[in-house]
Each structure stands twice: as structure tokens, then as C-alpha cells.
């Protein structure tokens, strides 16, 4: 039982960067816009948040910091940092109407790349023997549960146990899916998914509509980024640590059949299978296995990805505009 | 210069999209409260292409619009309802996974309040006429359902100008005259109504003036009651033409195919044919009339070989009396078989021609396989595309030019003319001529008869009840998947077969 | 209501076919200017003036005999797996699952080196892991490609899982091989034997994978040009339905096709690691499985213009190491550059395609 209770918080930890690169997609996608660049931009959102807390932090030196600064700051930069990284791809996609595909491999090159050298540059800074770069004050800010949490036993444990961002997370992901379903700039960005040239025809803005949920998109994807860093590893920056999760954040869009309510249980599921191989006992002598276990999440993608497939149901096709730019004109 | 009681006035548009002469050139024109135009020209003579830039889909190279008497500038389709325009596309502007009501309100700004808007539409559908079911998705309509749609959502914007484009193509003579009652009530509301068409009957039954494009230029509008259609006609083509198919007696006609209680469902699990019986013979042409999408793809898909049959029967009788079951087979296989079939799809681009190859390479798609060993004869296809370039006058700047880069008659002539050139047993066209002028449909029509009397048996799936009616030695009229009678081409009239197009025979359901 | 009375400054039109000659300018430019404002961004990061930042990616690429080589290595693995994605792409397939593909090729190569070590002689065991590494690759494609055939699964995300897999599956037989047990790592096989290191050709051990990826990019463009396994592959990508429509049976030339792009990639592998690392690695095969797929879609499917393509990508990237290590700057410096250059590429296809019309 204490395995379960401590595997569920560390599940959901594990899950909300996921989260939030998913509703993130999600959103981009009902666009049209299917941005391979996700993984990219949630490097670029955690390394500007990075890069903002450090030099606060190092300005500040040993005295106090302000607790709305200390989380403001890497807020803001990471939420720049991911919007610049949405206008270059909408630049590119939308007004220069470029292969998506490419495009957005171009910008998990660049923003994997552009994370790695920031924080190796900000490593060389620090003077460190660690590669690693260590954020631990604001940190503490973000990961601030509140003060009762620890009193409420396995309830507090499992639900009460995280920082702001993650329950950020949630929110966004069910207002999202609100939005999309209730709202009148919800019809219209699906519409504009489903066939940019009816949205045109029906006065719908497709270049705005395009621009804003990919850019809005890309910024709750940096914001994944964020959070990993600063409540998961606890402010400890190091390169390629992210890894992978931002591919698995567009596998988990599949997954969630383009629903974002789906996706917050989807999110602590895949979160889950991420780390169920700290969980399944190999014993000192197989070590190897380890490895194999650490496999689990991508095999279930891959099987959940045949069987939606196999299951081929009319409401739970893509958008139908996915990945195809628009251009009035053609003829 | 412009008419002040005028709903709108277009003065010297021009349009070019850079592909050889104007789409328009100096066209002017106008359109006035509670009357109906109608635009009339052949394909391609640059109707929809005008009404476009009404619309907002389209900027005008060069020319100004009045609104009253009040320059305007329409950039988009909103800038279009802004002022009062609206028009129903040849392709539906709808999407497919959302519902008619959640179409009809899209676009419009403010809080989305579907139970306000439901009111309002169902009062615009009680005041004209219309039926439709608001909670319908769009992709369970039936093209008529979706035409509805369409234009209700015009209204609903209080669009008080409204352009129809070819709104009768996919609609059967019943469903033409529903129509056409709406239409009169919108009028008689004190709205403009601009048709584009090129039917001639129609011109006479609907509007109240015509005006007429060629190729881009005005040539004239006429007060309908006026005219007659011999005297459009020159006005369309420019020169006399004569109206008329050849259609002489079938020689030898012996039977080709068999096909016998065939059923057929499709991808989606709806059934598309039910319980077919039919026979094709050498030498004949036979039409098949019906409302788009009851069947014809199916049908002529699974004789070519494309299509999955849940059961029946498809024989291929030979000259010697050797019969050959098609069903279960693959288009190599009854290549194989010794079968010689072709097929003109009526996707062009997205089926039977690869757009973005070269006509040698299309020619290809036909005889790729020819030949053993690994690579590709690529000389013969290449003499294939110059034969038919010269022998069906194909305009094309050369064999390496990409197919979609031609104009739709000579995209057609290619294909045509690749199918042809296998010199086939059995010849399957599909809607042959949409889209084409006058000019490239006749030579279309030629080529068919020419092989109707080298023995082949013509399958010819058309949409237009006259031509179908000329071209024809037998009419099948396909309803609902169903086979509702096949009539003699030289006798059947265009009433009988509307009539078989809709409604079901007695007894045919029976036992379902 | 405000009533907008405005004509739009420009607007854009589908331009016809460009010459090949002013397409080429197009994106000449677009390279020049990329490289300016690498120049540019490598002088505020460095401080030095940006013609010596010039100097110094020259240097870094062909500053010496070694590194001239080493850069035509690079070139050659990048162009053969680039080359290998190529039938895919044609058909439209998104394949990128390069980077698995090459890493099971890898692994298996490793197999064989350690597993036959002193047991058949090195010929033999050269024999045995070219068949095992390109059967690996293949297997590695064939399993997206009959999930598409079979389902139409998205083959994007299928590829991208597949390559994980791979990387696990590595890490799996890292740990069992490791020597010395605990360091996590493989170290040179067969060092002492050299049992299963591929030959060297005309006496240098670069040679090989140069000639390799030369026969494999004349083979492809020959085969997609002029085979009929090519026709069909382009008719397929083109339109599914024409595909049908002709007979061609689109199940099985997608999985004839994977099945193709999947070997050579092994083949990538197996020079990795039989020819030039003598090790195997979860990250030997180094991203190069999407920079290729990046190169297949510049040089628009040709293999022959995948050549300068891959070239300008492996000079960027020696080239901004070396500066990297000069400045002692952080190694994904290069990474940032290539970024650059390929937003610029992707960017310029806009002036091939479309044309601006001001208004007068």
C-alpha cells in the first residue's frame, strides 16, 4: 500500500508535463497545424524559465527572495520563450505555408539544441563541477503545497501533494475542453480544422485562428517544460534530461482521441508507465531489465495507436485538415 | 455610370489567374431587388469566377462593385455578408462532422447560444419553405439536405443578395422544382437571386432576365420572356452549333456482361446496391440515370474490379460464348483473364490521372507492367501521349507538362483517349463531361458512339437527363441501389426517368 | 458597424513552374542569408569577427586531411540514411523512424561482433552481420509499414515509437555486454582481434561507407526513376485511389517499400558500427534519423540533390563544433545553426511557389 500511495503522486508528477504538452496539441491540432515542434518548445519553455530564475536568483545572492518574483519571472520567460517558438512555426506554416512535418522536426532540432546550449553555457557560468545546474530556491517555490496537505494522511498524499503548475495543468485542460465544445471561438477552430476553406468562406479569420491556437498551444506545451524542471526535478537543470516526453505528449493527442478532458487521465496513466520500472522489482542481479521495463510506455502508445486505428469510428478521425496548409486561391 | 436602383453593380471587372486569357475581362453588370438573374455561359466562360469576387473569394485584378450607389471594396467572404451578399458554392462550404445548425451559426461573432439560434432559423425555414433536420451532421445529408443547409445559412446572416451556383446539378428533376418554388418565395421577399447555370430550361423557367457570359466577356442580358433558346445558345457559343448526338442502331448486339443479384455495402456499412440484375451487350450504349450517389460508383467499381461484393454476380461473356466470373477479381486479374475493360472514373485528378505526372506518365499508370524484367518502358507511353495529343487535338504545351496544369477538357481528352487506346471490350464512363465545354463534350460524346459501333459495350453513367436520353439505346434508372426500370432510350422521356430516379416501384421493398 | 474601406497592400498568388536556374537562386540566397545570421549570432556569442567565424566552420570541416575524411564519413552515413528514407517519402510515408531503423541495424552488427568472437572466421561473421543488420532494419520498418497496410495507423507516430523501442532494446544489451561490468558502457568489440570489423577499401578505413552510400544513392535514384517498383511507389504517393484504381496493390508496396528503407538503414548501422565505431551506443546513431528526413525533403525526394543537401548540413554541423570547442561553447551550438539554416530552407519554398502582387 505505501508503494501505491507513494507510486500515485509520483504518477501524476510524471503525467503533468505530459498534460500540458498534450492540451497543448491538442489544441494546435484542432487548428489544422499538426506541430511536430512540440518537443522542441517545451525544451525552449523549461530553459527560459531556467534561464530567468538564475540570473533572479543570482541577483538576489544570499538574501531573501521575493516569493511573487521568484515565481513571475520564470513564468513569464518560459511563457515568451514558447511564444516566440509558436510564431516561428505559424510564420512558417501559416503565412509561408511550408511542410508542417519538416517544419516542426526543424524546430525540436533547433529547440532541443537551443535548450542544451543555454543550460551548458549557464553551467559553465555557475562554475560547478556538476553538469547540472541547480535551482532550488525558486524551486521551493514552486513546488509549495499547501500547508495542510501533509496532515490530510493518503488524501492529502495523492491529491494535495503538488505544486501550483500542476493543478494549472488540470485547469487548462478542462477549460480547454470546455472551450472547445461550448464556445463560439471553439466552434470556429474546429471548423477551421475540420476545412479552412468553409471556416474562410464563413468569414472565419483561418491565418488568426491558426496563429493563436498554435501560439496559445505552444505556450501551455512550454509551460510543461516549466514545470518539470522546477517542481519534478526540483529545479535541477540538466542537459537532454527532459528527454523524450514531448514525443509522447503528441502520442497521448492520438490517444485522447483530440479530447482534453481525456487527456488529464491519460497524462497520469502514461506518467504512470513512465516510471513503473522503478516499480517492478528485478532485484541487483538483472539490472537489465530495468531497461526493458522502461520500454512499457512507448509499446502501449504504439498498441494504442493500432487499435484506434483498427477501430476507425467517424468521431474519432483527426481533424480533417491535419497537417495541409491553407491557401485561398488554389485552384 | 451605374444604375442607382441597382442592388448591386459590377463595372469593368477583370480577373486573370495567369493561365492564357482572362477569366473576366471588363465585365459589368447588375443585379436588382426581387428579381431573379440568371448567369448563363458555358464552363469555363468565367460565371462562377465573377460571382467569386462578389462573394469575397476572389479580388478583382482591376474594376469597382457598387452597393447602391456606394463604392465597395470586398476582400473576404465576411466583407461579402457584411454587405448583405451571400452565395451557395457548387461545393458545399459546410463541415462535414458538425450539424446543420452548428453550420449554419459558424462565423458569426457573440456568445454561442445554440437555443436562440434554432429559434431563428427554424422561423427563416417556416417563412420560405424549407426542411431541414438542425440536428443532422452534415455527413448523413443527402447532397439535396446539404444544398438546404446552405442556403438557410445565407439567410440567416439577412443576406438580401444571394447567388446560387449551379444549384440544380445534383438535384433531381423533383427536388429541382422544390427549388425552384423557394426561389420564388425569396423573390417575391423582395430579394435579388443570381443563378449561374448553363441549362437552357432552366434560364426559361426561373429568371427574369439573363445575362451572358463567353469567355470571359459580357456579351449581353435579355429579358427572358423575351428570348428563346436558340437565340442564348448563339450567345453562349458565339457560333450555331448543332445540339445533336449521333445515335445510330447497335449492329450485332450480343450480350457482354451479365450481372445478377448483386449487393453491395460500402466502407461505411450502407448498403449501396441491392439485388442488381442487369445485362450490357456489344454494341450498345447504356445510360444509367439516377441522383448522385446511388449507387453508379459502386456499381461500375465493382465491375472494374475495385469495388468488395457481398454477393451476385458479374459474367463476362466472350465473343466464343466463354463466360468469366469478374466478382472476387482484381483489375490485374481480369487483365489477366484476358478481359479488356475500361474505365473512366469520374474523379479525374484523384483517380483515374495522377496530376502531378507528366502525360507519358499517366499514360504509364495503363501500361507500367508491360514488358518483363524491372525497369519501366518509358518510350512507348511517351509515343502513346504524342498519338493522342495529335489524333483528340489535346492543347498542351508539351508531353512533359504535369495533367493538372491542362484545362479540364483536355485533362478529359487524355484520359479519355488513354482508355480508349486499349481498345476495350467494355468501356465504363462516369459524368464524362462535367465540367467540360461544349466544344470538348461533343468530341467526348464522339469517341463514345465511335466505339459503341467498334463493338464495345458503353456503360455511361450520365447527369444530364437530355444527353443520357440522346446518347442511350437503353436507360437504367438506378434509385436507392436499386435498379427501378430500364427503358428504351429512343422512346423513355425526361419525366419518366425523374419519376424512376425518386420514388421506388411498387412491391420493390418487398420482403426487406 | 465600422464599414472597412480598405484594398489590401498585397496579395499572394500560386506562381507558375519556375526554371530550375531561378529556383536554384532562390535558395541560394535563402542558404547565404542563413549563413549571414549564423555568422552574426556565432560573433555576439563568441565575440570574434564574424568573416573569421567563416574561417573557422572551413577549418573545422576541411581544416586538415583527418577532418576533410571525417567530414566525407559523416556526409556518406548521413546522404545513405537520408537516401534510405527516400522510397518512404516518395510514398508519402512519414518515416521517421530512421533513427530506430539504424540503431537495431547497429545492434545487430554489435550481436554478431561479440557473439561470434573467435568462434567463425571474421569473414564470416562480416557475412552474417550485413544479413542480420539489414534484416533488423527491415524488421524495424516492416512492423509500421503492416500496421499502415493493415489499419492505416498514423505511421508519424508508430516510427517515432518504434525508435524508442530500439533505444531500449540497446540499452537492455548495453548492460548485458557492458565490460567492465557496472560502467554502463561497451567499449571497443574485439579490440584485440578485430574479429567482424568490415574491410577496409583502397587502404583507408573511411572508404567504405563513402563507397557504400555512393552505390546506394545511384541505386536509389535508378530505382525510383526507372524501375517499375519506383512507378508504383510514385503512383501510390500521389493518390492511393489512382493506385487502386491501376490495380497496384497499395498494402504491399508500402510494406515492399519499408521494408527497403528499412534495410538500408541497418546498412547505415552496420557501417556505424562495424566500419567506423567499432562500438555500439544509445545515441550512435545521433539524430542523423530526422536531420535526414530533413535532407530527403530539401533535396525534394532526388537523391542525386540530396549530395549538397546533406553536405551543407554536416559542414554546418563540424564546422559550428569546431567553433564550439575553440570557444569552449557548448556542443549544441551546431544544433542551433542547423536549426537556422533549415528554417531559412523551409522558409524560401514560399518564393518558389507563391508570388507577391503589390497593389497599386
Known sequence: MTGFLSFIPRAVGQGIPLLFGCTGEIITEKSGNLNLGIPGVMYVGAISGVIGSFFYENSVGDGSMNGFLAIMIPVLCSLLGSFLMGILYCFLTVTLRANQNVTGLAMTTFGVGFGNFFGGSLIRLSNLDVPTIALSKTSAYFSATLPFAKKLGWFGEIFLSYGFLAYTGVIIAVATAVFLKKSRAGLHLRAVGESPATADAMGINVTAYKYNATVTGCMIAGLGGLYYVMDYASGVWSNDAFGDRGWLAIALVIFTIWKADIGILASFLFGGLYILYLYIPTGMEHMELKELYKMIPYVVTSIVLIVTSMRNRREDQPPASLGLNYFREER | MTDSNAAVSMRNITKNFGKGGYANDHVSLDIYKGEILSLLGENGSGKTTLMNMLSGIYYPDSGEIYIGSKQVSINSPKDAYDLGIGMVHQHFKLVDVLSAAENIVLGLSGKLDMKNARETIQKICDRYGFDVDLDKKIYNMSVSEKQTVEIVKVLYRGADILILDEPTAVLTPQETKKLFEVMRNMKDDGKALVIITHKLDEVMEISDRVAILRRGEFIGTLITKNTDPQEMTDMMVGHRVELNIERPEPLDPKPRLKISGLNITNEEGLQKIRDVDLSINSGEILGIAG??????????????????????????????????????????????LGVSLSFVPEDRLGMGLVGNMDLSDNMMLRSFREGSGVFTDRKEPHKR?????????????????????????????????????QRPKVLMTAYVVRGLDINSSYTIYDLIVFQKLAGTAVIFVGEDLDVLLQISDRVAVLCDGHINGVLDGRKATKSEVGLLMTSLKEGTRDGE | MENKQRTPLFHLAKREELSKGRKLVIRLISIVAALLLC???????????????????????????????????????????????????????????????????????AACMILLENKVPSVLIMLISFVAAVAAGALWGLIPAVCKALWNTNETLMTLMMNYIATQLVSFFIIIWEVPKGSGKIGIINQNTHDG??????????????????????????????????????????????????????????????????????????????????????????????????VSWMAKFNPFTMVPCALLIVFMERGAGEIATNFSLNPSFADIMTGIILFFIIGCEFFINYRIKIKK
Not at chain 2, 465491375?303 to 460464348?321: F, H, P, R, T
Not at chain 3, 559523416?74 to 530512421?98: C, E, K, Q
Not at chain 3, 535514384?221 to 487502386?244: C, P
Open chain 3, 197 to 294: 570489423w568490415l574491410v577496409q577499401l583502397f587502404g583507408s578505413k573511411y572508404m567504405l561507407a563513402i563507397t557504400v552510400s555512393i552505390l546506394v544513392t545511384v541505386f536509389m535514384y535508378v530505382y525510383l526513376n526507372y524501375s517499375k517498383h519506383g512507378y508504383e511507389i510514385r503512383v501510390v504517393g500521389q493518390s492511393i485511389n489512382t493506385a487502386k484504381y491501376v490495380g497496384i496493390n497499395t498494402g504491399k508496396v508500402i510494406i515492399r517499400t519499408m521494408l527497403l528503407s528499412g534495410a538500408l538503414c541497418g546498412l547505415a548501422g552496420l557501417l556505424l558500427v562495424g566500419s567506423i565505431n567499432h562500438t555500439i551506443t544509445t545515441t550512435i546513431a545521433g539524430g542523423q534519423g530526422f536531420t535526414a528526413v530533413m
Open chain 2, 291 to 336: 441522383i448522385s450517389g446511388c449507387g453508379q460508383k459502386e456499381l461500375l467499381e465493382a465491375i472494374a474490379g475495385l469495388q468488395k461484393v457481398d454477393s451476385g454476380s458479374i459474367i463476362y461473356i466472350d465473343d466464343d460464348g466463354t463466360e468469366k466470373e469478374l466478382v472476387g477479381m482484381d483489375p490485374v486479374k481480369i487483365k489477366n
Open chain 3, 39 to 109: 555568422a552574426v549570432i556565432t560573433a555576439l556569442a563568441t565575440g570574434i569577427n564574424p568573416l573569421q567565424v567563416y574561417g573557422s566552420i572551413i577549418s573545422g570541416a576541411f581544416g586538415s586531411a583527418r577532418k576533410t575524411w571525417i567530414t566525407l564519413q559523416d556526409l556518406s552515413i548521413l546522404l545513405l540514411i537520408s537516401v534510405a528514407l527516400t522510397p518512404a517519402f516518395t510514398m508519402r510515408f512519414w518515416n521517421i523512424g530512421g533513427e530506430g531503423q539504424v540503431l537495431m541495424g547497429g545492434l545487430a552488427t
Open chain 2, 385 to 421: 501521349a504524342e498519338k493522342i495529343v495529335k489524333q483528340l487535338h489535346v492543347d498542351t504545351p508539351g508531353i512533359e507538362t504535369p495533367v493538372r496544369r491542362l484545362s479540364g477538357g483536355n485533362i478529359q481528352k487524355i484520359l479519355v483517349g488513354r482508355e480508349l487506346y
